[in-house]
C-alpha cells in the first residue's frame, strides 16, 4: 500500500523561506516523477515543480528563480525549497509521485496525491 506524508508548512513573513518533505512508503521499487502542485479555495490545483528520477526539472513561471526542488531517489522523498515567498504564494501544497513501481516491478495503480502542506504568507 503505497503512503504519501508532507511536512513542513506553516507561517511566514514575505520574503521568508519554508521547506517541504513528502515521503513515499510502501513497497515501493521506483518512483519516476514525483511532483508539488498546489491549490487555493476556488482555484485549480496547479503544477508548481516536477522532477523526475533522471533528474530533470519542471517549474511554474511563478516560482523560477525562488524554488526549488530536490530529490532523494533511495528514500522516496522529495523537497521543495522555498525562498523569497510572497503573499501569492500561499496555498496548501500537495506532492504527487508518478509511474509507481512495486517491490516485484509492478506498476502501482491510482493517482496518489499527499495529505497537504499549507503555507500561509503574511506579514
Known amino acids: 500500500q503505497v503512503q504519501l506524508v508532507e511536512s513542513g508548512g506553516g507561517l511566514v513573513q514575505p520574503g521568508g523561506s519554508l521547506r517541504l518533505s513528502c515521503a513515499v512508503s510502501g513497497s515501493i521499487f521506483s518512483v519516476y516523477s514525483m511532483g508539488w502542485y498546489r491549490q487555493v479555495p476556488g482555484k485549480e490545483r496547479e503544477l508548481v515543480a516536477t522532477?523526475?528520477?533522471?533528474?530533470?526539472?519542471e517549474y511554474a513561471d511563478a516560482v523560477k528563480g525562488r524554488i526549488a526542488i530536490t530529490r532523494d531517489n533511495a528514500k522516496h522523498t522529495i523537497y521543495l525549497q522555498m525562498n523569497d515567498l510572497k503573499p501569492v504564494d500561499a496555498s496548501n501544497y500537495y506532492c504527487?509521485?508518478?509511474?509507481?513501481?512495486?517491490?516485484?516491478?509492478?506498476?502501482?495503480?491510482?493517482?496518489?496525491w499527499g495529505q497537504g502542506s499549507q503555507v500561509t504568507v503574511s506579514s
Open positions: 522532477k523526475n528520477n533522471g533528474g530533470v526539472t
Open positions: 504527487r509521485p508518478v509511474g509507481l513501481l512495486d517491490a516485484t516491478r509492478v506498476a502501482c495503480e491510482g493517482d496518489y
